[in-house]
């Protein structure tokens, strides 16, 4: 077998059928294939989990089928990083669920889309400008109908003209209160190839008005910044691989679901990340010659007219970081930076793209006579992505909770706790706390823990226990073709025997 | 017999000499902290993964990461293995300068290294002592729409010095190692505008070639010039400094010939030192701007390697004829011991450097660390250069010690000396002893000042101002050089002056009749200092 794809196929029993999948995407059983190696393609195969037909929280701890016992709500929170026997999070979120017909207070208006029940939930997730909505045509105006679909109890009254005008309200409030992380939908616009054409970017999902004008001005770097994207969930669902929240994108903006719209640690990882993503796509764009504008038009040294023969550019991770700086934070600085969960969010903005400079390696090269150091030069590479996504994941694991204080005219943001030392502008802070993120809520976004694969032996959060949330977990054999015996090169080519291995894979109910 | 004119010159003066040269030291810093930039500049590339989708047809050879006729790229290697490419095809293209940029002869160098990105897996490991086989070359044009014209082509090994930080487990793959990084590439002139480095990495399983290199996900290249204002100070400080030393020189050198006497050993040296000061001074670095002379790297190690060791040579011959002993030197026969080490190390140094420098002209991406008897040759020349450096040093402070030890016996009996004898010898040792000082103040400030460059990150900024510490050390240090050696033969040219007034002197006379009746079988009676003239009838009684 030469040539082959590097990984192999599986064939994976379908365990129980379902009629219809709902609006996930493959994305968003990432976290169960993350450790297997499964083809892409074989994701279509994979059992799709069925929604837990019995209430989602059982309270008292069931033996499951699989020999597992289930865990209380308590353990559940602390998976979030709380420590167990705080009242789990959803008590706190319930009351700040809005009303149908209610658009909520103001200020949660920009937080997050306003929310209906449950015929709303399925066309607000496919709010886009009016001008991308008219432009993009019926293609996806029939992809959201299908989602419309996929919700389980339709609306009765669905073509009564309230509801129509409450929809479009809703589509407007949608638009205008976008969260900010939206612009993350640029990763899975892998359809439209290059961005080359300022009107392309009037049709990208997801960037608000001031972004589109950044766009424009920037077409070559919107490649990067697209990258930066998939760059920042790549990493994020890896670094997520094992936890219940597992980064699962949707296919619907916002891009992680509603977790993210809300003030949790989640959102502020996945702020830092994307904001450390861009500044890092933008800074190897530059060192490719991917773009003209880097280094030295910025911020030469010297200042002589010369520029570059004179004194040489200056780094290009400036340009990356102030790049980044002033597409991701464009939304909240538009909004004068007033609001908490501004605040929030331009802090951890900012956290991620410290989580880069501050990490950069300082590398020598002495060069001076007979290789001598007398003549030594040194620069500055970035940190490997992978590096910044660990870096990130440990300030999610200490992040500070926060609240907003005025001292004197300044809005600032300080511990809720006074107890705690103060944050340094590189850890995380959040403003809520977490939901478990045990069961099934389309109306959050959380997909819930169901279906996912979990380690039997680890009683750790990837662990069958932690992770069903109590719900107990089947157990199944499944006939895995490996690959042994290969011979690798250092890219492209794979020669390998195919070897037939029986695994147990665990799933949560 | 002559006394030099630091013997005769008032101290007022020599303050005011002093004072001048102190001024132009602070200038010669200054010039670098102040107006040059930094000396060099890094430049990350990252190489653009390109599709070799010529099979048979040999038209398109170059490959370029981007612009009007770039290549087809790949974005990531998961997409060569979907689109079933072969590591042979594929092609790590990286255009110099980046883009909207030129290149420019006043770079002078270019040197490029090379940083290997290798993921870890668990079953595509990085083997132990791995080699890489790259298939480089390098092209130039000078239009944009210019063909590009080969420079060079090589097939170069390189060993992988790599460590994985975390454990080699499942969990950890996808991060990379830590690998060293690679030389690459020098070339000693930048005379064209625009360069282009393909690298292949051919594989071969039956001859074992770039098999068990791990996965490699990116190559990147750092390329190392030196910055082009730097040059322009450089040079323009060098042309200053030519005809400065120059004409001391002549000056120096007249005054010597309009004696009776014949030059002795130590006039000589100075006048050499002068020479060599004046071999590195001569910027002929201007020819560089207008002709590809890619010798100029070696041609400036050279010069440079000549004036050190003519520096050394003078310090051992200026405390050898302060001596004050029975020895008779004067000859540069007599300091074989200790010319000897600076002579072997520096033929040391010089072949290495060949070894280096010298294959680069032919092959710029020739490295002698890259193979193993390479490194241990390359490390056997450094660490007996090394070993006679350390050798010459024992010498030198052996002889600077005993210098002072009969400077210290002379000035205990000094009390017993007549009042103007004993004032004369006294001022004569207190300008050895000064100029031994400046000796080594300057010794130790070049040996501060290259500490804090390589300790310090290169410029600091006080308010506005930017200074450049590297510049500042490599002018201020030149500067000092230069200075030095034009206040040698200044201070140690024969004084005219003194001339008639030792004639006249009856004192001195009579102990210069018996010194040449002493000293009947000595070729040179006249020493060229007063000091030295002591030490001469020291050593006789």
């Given at each position: ?49 069925s929604l837990p037909s019995e209430p989602p929280m059982p309270s008292p701890p ?448 | ?99 909207s940029k030129e290149m420019s002869p006043w770079f002078q160098f270019m040197l ?430």
């Amino acid at each position: 077998m030469r040539k082959s794809p590097p990984l192999p196929s599986v064939k994976v029993p379908r365990l129980s059928p379902r009629p219809e999948n709902p609006p996930r995407a493959a994305a968003a059983t990432w976290g169960t294939l993350a450790d297997s190696p499964l083809p892409s393609t074989s994701l279509e195969k994979l059992p799709t989990p069925s929604l837990p037909s019995e209430p989602p929280m059982p309270s008292p701890p069931l033996a499951r089928p699989g020999g597992v016992l289930a865990v209380s709500p308590a353990q559940g929170a602390a998976e979030s990083g709380r420590p167990p026997g705080l009242p789990p999070p959803p008590a706190r979120l319930r009351p700040r669920r809005s009303i149908p017909g209610r658009a909520g207070r103001a200020d949660s208006r920009a937080e997050r889309p306003p929310r209906e029940h449950q015929p709303g939930s399925a066309r607000r997730s496919c709010p886009r400008p009016p001008a991308a909505a008219a432009a993009l045509g019926a293609g996806r105006r029939g992809r959201c109908r299908r989602r419309l679909r996929a919700v389980p109890p339709r609306p009765p009254s669905r073509m009564s003209p309230e509801y129509f005008l409450r929809s479009l309200l809703l589509i407007i409030l949608a638009t205008f209160s976008a969260n900010a992380s939206n612009w993350l939908y640029l990763a899975k616009l892998s359809s439209v190839g290059s961005i080359s054409e300022e009107e392309t970017c009037e049709k990208l999902k997801g960037l608000i008005q001031r972004q589109v004008q950044m766009c424009k001005r920037n077409l070559e770097v919107m490649d990067s910044v697209r990258r930066g994207a998939q760059l920042a969930i790549e990493e994020c669902q890896y670094q997520f691989r094992n936890r219940r929240w597992n980064c699962s994108t949707l296919d619907t903006l916002p891009v992680f679901g509603k977790v993210v719209t809300q003030g949790t640690r989640e959102a502020a990882f996945v702020y830092a990340i994307s904001s450390a993503g861009v500044a890092f796509a933008v800074t190897r764009a530059c060192s490719s010659g991917e773009l003209d504008k880097c280094g030295c038009d910025r911020t030469v040294q010297g200042g002589s007219p010369q520029g570059f023969q004179w004194s040489g550019c200056s780094d290009n991770i400036a340009y990356g970081v102030a790049f980044s700086q002033s597409f991701v934070d464009i939304r909240e600085r538009s909004k004068g930076a007033s609001s908490n969960r501004a605040l929030m969010n331009l802090h951890n903005n900012e956290a991620g793209r410290k989580a880069i400079l501050n990490n950069m390696r300082v590398e020598c090269k002495c060069h001076g006579v007979s290789g001598s150091c007398e003549f030594k030069t040194c620069w500055k590479a970035m940190p490997p992505f992978r590096k910044v996504g660990n870096i990130l994941k440990e300030k999610f694991d200490g992040a500070t909770e926060v609240e907003q204080s005025e001292i004197g005219s300044t809005k600032v943001l300080v511990p809720k706790n006074s107890q705690f030392k103060p944050h340094t502008d590189e850890d995380l802070v959040y403003l809520d706390s977490s939901p478990d993120f045990c069961d099934h809520d389309l109306k959050n976004g959380v997909l819930g823990t169901s279906g996912r694969q979990c380690n039997k032996t680890s009683k750790a959060i990837d662990g069958c226990e932690l992770m069903c949330c109590g719900r107990g977990f089947h157990t199944d054999e499944v006939e895995v073709v490996e690959r042994c015996s290969c011979k690798f090169h250092w890219c492209c080519s794979v020669k390998c025997k195919p070897c037939h291995r029986v695994v147990e894979i665990h799933t949560c109910r | 017999m002559a006394g030099a004119i630091i013997e005769n010159m008032s101290t007022r003066k020599l303050c005011i000499v002093g004072g001048i040269l102190l001024v132009l030291q602070v200038i010669a810093f200054l010039v670098g902290g102040l107006i040059a930039p930094s000396p060099t500049t890094a430049v990350p590339y990252m190489s653009v993964k390109c599709i070799d989708v010529r099979k048979n047809h040999h038209k398109t050879k170059w490959l370029m990461p981007w612009g009007p006729n770039h290549c087809k790229k790949l974005k990531d290697f998961d997409e060569a293995v979907s689109r079933q490419i072969e590591a042979n095809d594929i092609v790590f293209a990286v255009h110099i300068p980046l883009p909207s940029k030129e290149m420019s002869p006043w770079f002078q160098f270019m040197l490029f290294i090379m940083q290997l990105d290798i993921a870890f897996k668990m079953d595509n490991d990085l083997k132990e002592n791995a080699e890489i086989t790259l298939d480089v070359s390098l092209a130039y044009r000078d239009d944009m729409f210019d063909d590009w014209e080969e420079i060079a082509h090589a097939i170069e090994i390189r060993k992988l010095k790599c460590t994985f930080g975390s454990p080699k487990t499942v969990e950890s793959e996808g991060r990379h190692y830590d690998c060293d990084f690679l030389p690459f590439m020098e070339i000693g002139s930048v005379a064209h505008k625009y360069y282009l480095i393909n690298i292949r990495l051919p594989v071969n399983d039956r001859k074992g070639i770039n098999v068990g290199i791990g996965e490699i996900k990116d190559i990147r290249l750092v390329g190392i010039h030196q910055n082009g204002g730097f040059t322009k100070v450089w040079f323009a400080m060098k042309t200053f400094l030519t005809p400065s030393i120059l004409i001391i020189m002549v000056w120096y050198w007249r005054r010597i010939t309009l004696m009776t006497r014949a030059p002795v050993l130590l006039e000589k040296v100075i006048f050499a030192l002068g020479i060599s000061m004046t071999f590195i001074n001569i910027p002929v670095e201007w020819f560089s701007i207008g002709f590809d002379w890619t010798w100029m790297l070696l041609f400036g190690d050279i010069r440079q390697g000549i004036f050190y060791a003519m520096l050394l040579s003078f310090w051992i011959i200026f405390c050898g004829e302060h001596m004050m002993d029975q020895n008779e030197r004067n000859r540069l026969s007599g300091y074989w011991k200790q010319v000897g080490p600076i002579a072997v190390g520096s033929f040391c140094l010089f072949v290495f450097d060949m070894c280096e420098r010298g294959v680069q002209l032919k092959n710029p991406f020739y490295s002698i660390w890259t193979t193993e008897v390479g490194t241990e040759l390359a490390m056997a020349f450094i660490i007996v250069a090394g070993i006679c450096l350390c050798l010459y040093f024992l010498f030198l402070c052996f002889m600077v010690f005993q210098v002072f030890r009969n400077i210290s016996g002379k000035q205990s009996s000094l009390p017993a000396m007549s009042k103007a004898r004993r004032l004369h010898y006294e001022g004569l040792i207190f300008r050895f002893k000064f100029l031994m000082l400046i000796t080594l103040a300057c010794a130790a400030m070049t040996v501060i000042f290259f500490i804090v460059s390589q300790v310090t990150e290169g410029h600091w900024k006080w308010g506005d101002m930017t200074i450049q510490v590297n510049s500042a050390f490599f002018t201020g240090i030149y500067g000092m050089w230069n200075l030095y050696v034009f206040a040698l033969m200044f201070l140690y040219a024969p004084s005219h002056k003194n001339y008639g007034e030792d004639q006249s002197n009856g004192d001195l006379g009579v102990n210069s009749g018996e010194e040449l009746q002493l000293t009947t079988t000595i070729t040179h009676v006249d020493g060229p200092t007063e000091v030295y003239k002591l030490a001469r009838k020291e050593a006789q009684e």
